[in-house]
DNA sequence: TTGAAAGCGGTACCAC
DNA sequence: GTGGTACCGCTTTCAA
């Protein structure tokens, strides 16, 4: 492998001057400048990233941290490794397991300097933890956060979940069941505070066990509706799911129980994913893929010196056949 | 920040001796030891990967190259980027879109040691083109490649494939089509091989429009069903699926048409995902994390330098309720 | 327009 | 066991 050092002396210049000639510099002779290039292409010389990133101080890599790589995660993930790479930035995966050690050492390699910003999907170290490391670089969150260093791109599910329920009891559902998420999660409770204040305001009954929580993925929603089912004379006529993946396992489950839906159990999924849409469930829609790409402009003013403007979020309802 | 040189100068010591304790070094005394540990602590000091990786002429950073993420490259992504997070590398993403210069920056990544090795998960480019990077660092890939340079961990689909025709075939069903994925692919020749000598084997109508190429993913899947209805008296009693998402499509396509399922129509999918689970879809086990973990054992013995075994992988044949 | 040289922050060989 | 020092390969300031 050739190196500057070689191209700058067969081209009897100096490595400054093939250094201005690789990075475009203006103050290079035209006759110089190719003389220098025809050498590189003779060579087959490419710059060595390392020392271009050691030198520089900039790794033009981000690393993206969460606790596995999951169907929900996959359209945020595209989205911003597809608007990082417009702008040259390469995305490194961070998977943590949920164990802290193995997710610190994401946040290890910022003061490293193995990348130049974090975006957290999820997260399992307290963030009280994680916020000293803002001062090695710029950090967002997708996950809802509750500090101020360490700002989120994620909208409020307050917003979105109220949509779902006015919409199940505009159609004249009253016994409403959840499957929350993540307990201690932001999202969570916002739903909660949603899901309480509309059951008080329609003076709607409350059961312990309409809120099921840490329901996650499909297997998941299978199992909710073999819980429920123990409860034969209080089964919810609706529940809404904290994704469409949970939503698809309740669905799935109920027809194998011989449950029909929407008559007998209605279903709302939550993002609206390529597979609500094809199993016909109801979702409120979640602008994921713009989250994504706002978590870059949050980032860009670190990482490109420049202000981006941030796209607006909004949910909507998209009512398909399970209510 | 503070380095090396800092850390030294504070213990009275040289770089050379802080480097020493860094790496573990038996040649280092404890107590001086335990005083430069202690120094490195107080100034919250560590290592600049970058000054490392240059110095070593190693990243510990693999690429994955794929032209998007999805849910089949799932299973895959998450199984390799754990088993190289266990020997300490990472994964960086390189998603192409299909775009040969796009993908082309990984191949270059090699060349410019931004990254030790690569992982092809599905590429574009000529395998020609591909292979002159070789020189640079180990490559395997998933996709099954026509070069003998570029090894692959994938199985012959010829197998799995087979297993899949003979059960239709064991079942009584005799008008059987395909939904293949893409038409220049070594997976599609080998199961378009596997078809035709089934087929011809036991004698059975083999239609033109019953081998439907270029079909990836769900609503790909659902217009598979409409298409093959403009067919009303040529209409498949079965169908082959390129893979199981392939097979979600068509089975709610199938319902959303009133055709029962499997009487009306079977489904066999492909790899065996959590969804063909829920789903009850009859599929292909193709142990997709085995292959994964295997790509890592091809790269180690470059990468660390130790030969390991490679698991053996197998299909079989998973009967559910769509056959 | 060009060159010399001091970084960037480590590693590793050779002395002692 | 420890130190001196020449790398690794590129950037960037200062002079000329």
């Known amino acids: 492998m050739s190196n500057l050092d070689q191209i700058a002396k067969l081209a009897g210049f100096s490595k400054a001057t ?18 220098i290039l025809k050498i590189m292409q003779e060579l087959d010389y490419v710059p060595n990233r390392n020392a271009i990133s050691l030198s520089k101080g ?6 993206i941290i969460t606790s596995t ?23 490194i995966i961070y998977t943590s397991g949920e ?19 974090l975006v957290i999907i999820s997260c399992v170290n ?6 000293t490391y803002c001062k090695y670089g710029p950090i967002v969150s997708w996950q809802r956060m509750d500090h101020t260093d360490i700002r989120s791109v994620a909208m409020d599910q307050y917003e979105g979940y109220m949509l779902a329920l006015k ?4 159609k004249g559902y009253t016994r409403i069941a959840n499957a929350f998420g993540r307990p201690s999660s932001i999202n969570t409770h916002s739903r909660q505070r949603a899901y309480a204040y509309i059951m008080e305001q329609h003076n709607l009954p409350v059961l312990q066990h309409w809120n099921q929580s840490s329901i996650y993925n499909i297997r998941d929603g299978e199992q909710v509706v073999r819980d429920l089912l123990q409860y034969r004379d209080e089964f919810p006529q609706a529940i809404l799911c904290s994704n469409d993946y949970v939503a698809v396992g309740i669905l799935c489950e109920a027809r194998r129980q011989l449950l029909s839906v929407p008559e007998d159990l209605a ?12 199993m016909g469930i109801t979702t409120v829609q979640n602008p994921i893929e ?3 790409q706002n978590a870059f402009y949050m980032l860009s003013p670190q990482l490109v010196g420049r202000q981006m403007e941030l796209q607006p979020l909004q949910y909507s309802l998209i009512e398909r056949t399970t209510t």
């Open 267 to 278: 279903i709302v999924g939550f993002d609206n994913t390529e597979l609500s849409h094809t």
């Open 58 to 63: 900039q790794t033009l890599q981000i690393g």
């Open 126 to 131: 307290d963030t009280d933890l994680l916020s």
């Open 18 to 35: 093939v250094s201005r000639v690789l990075n475009k510099s203006p103050h290079v002779s035209q006759e110089t400048r190719s003389k």
């Open 167 to 170: 919409h199940l009891i505009q």
């Open 69 to 91: 790589i999951n169907e929900i995660v996959l359209a945020f993930l595209n989205s911003f490794v597809e608007v990082a790479g417009q702008y040259e930035f390469q995305t």
């Open 99 to 117: 164990d802290k050690k193995k997710e610190l050492q994401a946040f290890e390699d910022l003061k490293r300097k193995r990348v130049d910003a």
């Open 290 to 292: 713009a989250q994504a």
